[in-house]
């Protein structure tokens, strides 16, 4: 048995398509069902999910407490079986998704944590930009086509597409809620990637499954420059959270923050500056999208600062 889980928030632009896909997979061996947990919509979520209801093995839970990681904690009641996969409210999963894993993960005894191909579909034609200059992954949580089956840092570990088996869960394993999406543009990103790190710490390996696929819809606000530099700050509010040991106990703080970042800030203003005066227009973009970034690492270095003083 496998047990689809998903937290929706305001998902009622995706989530017909997504139930519909959904109802077209292929049997898998031992069955599945879908866990979904409306994490405090106020759209037409709890209606669209009452319609699907007797469509699908459908289980709606609610977690009226703001955070996706809150609500993923809740759906851990309802695991059955012996794998857990994860994914969104905008990843359209193809008819033989379920039945790839399946057979990964039988496949791979000693891994226990599988990544699966994410692909895009866009709701309308990207401009060249958007191609070349965004960071795919980083962005939009896009694999790499090249990627092939076999052993993955958890870092390539991502949400629109990851399955866990569900003894670690039964273990105790639970998502970090003070990170991730929680219903406002500014918060640290990396709500799976956390838990993967530290799964992968205590040493549990990651798989990657090439021919389980999704397709992760990127909607047109999504494909605006504005919307990619607030990812861009989320990224790095999400690196300063996985940053390293030894970075964590540097002691050469500036107003609590590592003093390379007010460096880093400075280099890339005049970078941005010097680009900006050859027309370099892909230079510009590159260098707004680091500063971004690194007030993103900032802005997370100061949190932390205010929490603990």
Same mark, same amino acid.
């Given at each position: 048995?496998?047990?689809?889980?998903?937290?929706?928030?305001?998902?009622?632009?995706? %989530?017909?398509?997504? #139930?519909?896909?959904?109802?077209? !997979?292929?049997?898998?061996?031992?069955? @599945?069902? %879908?866990?979904?947990?409306?994490?405090? *919509?106020?759209?037409?979520?709890?209606?669209?999910?009452?319609?699907?209801?007797? $469509?699908?093995?459908?289980?709606?839970?609610?977690?009226?407490?703001?955070?996706?990681?809150?609500? !993923?904690?809740?759906? $851990?009641?309802?695991?059955?079986?012996?794998?857990?996969? !994860?994914?969104?409210?905008?990843?359209?999963?193809?008819?033989?998704?379920?039945?790839?894993?399946?057979?990964?993960?039988?496949?791979?005894?000693? /891994?226990?944590?599988?990544?699966?191909?994410?692909?895009? =579909?866009?709701?309308?034609?990207?401009?060249? @930009?958007?191609?070349?200059?965004?960071?795919?992954?980083?962005?939009?949580?896009?694999?790499?086509?090249?990627?092939?089956?076999?052993?993955?840092?958890?870092? $390539?570990?991502?949400?629109?597409?990851?399955?866990? +088996?569900? +003894?670690? /869960?039964?273990?105790?394993?639970? /998502?970090?809620?003070?990170?991730?999406?929680?219903?406002?543009?500014?918060?640290? $990103?990396? *709500?799976?990637? &956390?838990?993967?790190?530290? %799964? &992968?710490?205590?040493?549990?390996?990651?798989? /990657?499954?090439?021919?389980?696929?999704?397709?992760?819809?990127?909607?047109?606000?999504?494909?605006?420059?504005?919307?990619?530099? =607030? =990812?861009?700050?989320?990224?790095?509010?999400?690196?300063?959270?996985?940053?390293? &040991?030894?970075?964590?106990?540097? =002691?050469?703080?500036?107003?609590?923050?590592?003093?390379?970042?007010?460096?880093?800030?400075?280099?890339?203003?005049?970078?941005?500056?010097?680009?900006?005066?050859?027309?370099?227009?892909?230079?510009?973009?590159?260098?707004? @999208?680091? #500063?971004?970034?690194?007030?993103?690492?900032?802005?997370?270095?100061?949190?932390?600062?205010?929490?603990?003083?």
């Amino acid at each position: 048995m496998i047990t689809v889980m998903l937290a929706t928030h305001n998902g009622a632009r995706t %989530l017909p398509a997504l #139930l519909e896909a959904y109802r077209c !997979l292929d049997p898998v061996e031992g069955g @599945w069902k %879908l866990v979904v947990v409306d994490n405090a *919509s106020t759209d037409d979520t709890p209606a669209i999910l009452s319609r699907y209801a007797t $469509m699908l093995p459908l289980t709606c839970l609610a977690e009226p407490q703001a955070g996706k990681n809150h609500a !993923l904690n809740r759906g $851990m009641t309802e695991v059955e079986g012996d794998l857990v996969v !994860l994914t969104d409210d905008d990843a359209l999963p193809r008819q033989d998704w379920l039945v790839a894993l399946r057979s990964a993960v039988d496949a791979q005894p000693r /891994f226990d944590v599988f990544g699966g191909a994410i692909v895009p =579909r866009w709701e309308r034609e990207p401009e060249s @930009w958007l191609l070349e200059w965004v960071p795919q992954g980083i962005t939009y949580a896009l694999t790499d086509s090249a990627m092939r089956d076999g052993p993955i840092a958890a870092s $390539m570990v991502w949400g629109p597409n990851m399955a866990v +088996r569900a +003894r670690l /869960f039964a273990d105790g394993w639970r /998502f970090d809620t003070s990170i991730g999406p929680r219903h406002s543009a500014s918060y640290a $990103m990396g *709500s799976e990637s &956390e838990l993967v790190s530290r %799964l &992968e710490r205590n040493g549990h390996r990651c798989w /990657f499954v090439s021919n389980a696929v999704v397709a992760h819809v990127i909607r047109g606000f999504q494909m605006e420059e504005s919307w990619v530099m =607030r =990812r861009a700050i989320r990224f790095g509010r999400g690196t300063f959270r996985f940053r390293p &040991e030894s970075e964590a106990q540097d =002691r050469r703080l500036l107003f609590g923050v590592p003093r390379w970042v007010f460096r880093n800030l400075g280099e890339t203003v005049l970078a941005i500056a010097r680009h900006a005066l050859r027309r370099d227009q892909r230079g510009v973009f590159l260098g707004k @999208w680091a #500063l971004y970034r690194d007030l993103g690492y900032l802005a997370e270095a100061r949190a932390k600062r205010n929490r603990t003083s």
